[in-house]
């Protein structure tokens, strides 16, 4: 099992730019979630997905941002147009029938 | 005055010594508990659980204990290597059926060699 895979590992964009980040689920996995990182904030909970249906997407910051699962094994995460307030880790982490997250590696946003 | 970013709570031990990281949780109705790792560029790695019927549970060198009564949860780690060395997150889950984790945020470990 390879793990939830995240892409790109690193991002370096322009202010204004659109930004969208990867996530395929760990197979069999069926609870998708997205988190961002940042020293002032640690660790916030975006939006997450159960059986490709969003469920709450009250953490996503502005309009700026959103999410989508076309299928159940993966998920995008865009910004348009993107802030250097933006830059961070972002995290998605699957979630299977026993509740427990994987995370994958992440992909650190730097938006210049 | 304006927070200039997370303080996390750090905890230094000797090589060899047992840690103990503590975490306090919101919800009494939790009913799942998670201890997760983070090593500097790496996603957080899933350590133990332990579900709110229980009280302790273990794994290879590390011990979460649950005291619900206080709402307390506790990572106790044998024997600290300085592999051990990272932040330490406990996560509760939301008493629904979406599996939704809230995590707290956080305390580093440092391990004095």
Redesign the interface.
């Known amino acids: 099992d390879a793990g939830?895979i995240q892409s790109p590992r690193h991002e370096v964009t322009e202010m204004g730019q659109e930004v969208t980040l990867r996530c395929k689920l760990i197979s069999g996995h069926n609870?998708l979630?997205w988190y961002r990182q940042t020293?002032?904030?640690?660790?916030e909970?975006l939006i997450?997905f159960?059986n490709n249906v969003p469920?709450?997407d009250s953490g996503m910051p502005e309009d700026r941002f959103s999410a989508k699962m076309p299928n159940a094994s993966f998920s995008t995460l865009k910004i348009q147009p993107s802030e250097p307030r933006d830059s961070a880790v972002y995290?998605c982490?699957s979630?299977g029938r026993n509740?427990?997250?994987?995370?994958?590696?992440?992909t650190r946003l730097t938006v210049v | 005055g304006e927070s200039v970013g997370l303080h996390l709570p750090t905890l230094s031990v000797q090589e060899g010594d047992n840690s103990i990281i503590n975490c306090a949780y919101s919800n009494s109705a939790s009913d799942y508990f998670i201890w997760y790792k983070q090593e500097s560029g790496k996603g957080p790695q899933f350590i133990i659980d332990i579900r709110s019927n229980m009280d302790k549970g273990q794994g290879q060198r590390v011990t979460v204990l649950l005291n619900k009564t206080v709402k307390h949860l506790s990572l106790q780690i044998a024997a600290t290597q300085p592999g051990d060395s990272a932040v330490y997150f406990c996560a509760e889950k939301e008493p629904s059926n979406t599996g939704k984790l809230i995590f707290g945020q956080g305390t580093t470990l440092q391990v004095k060699p």
């Open positions: 939830v609870s979630f020293m002032m904030r640690g660790l909970l997450y159960n469920i709450d995290f982490a979630s509740y427990g997250y994987t995370f994958g590696s992440g």
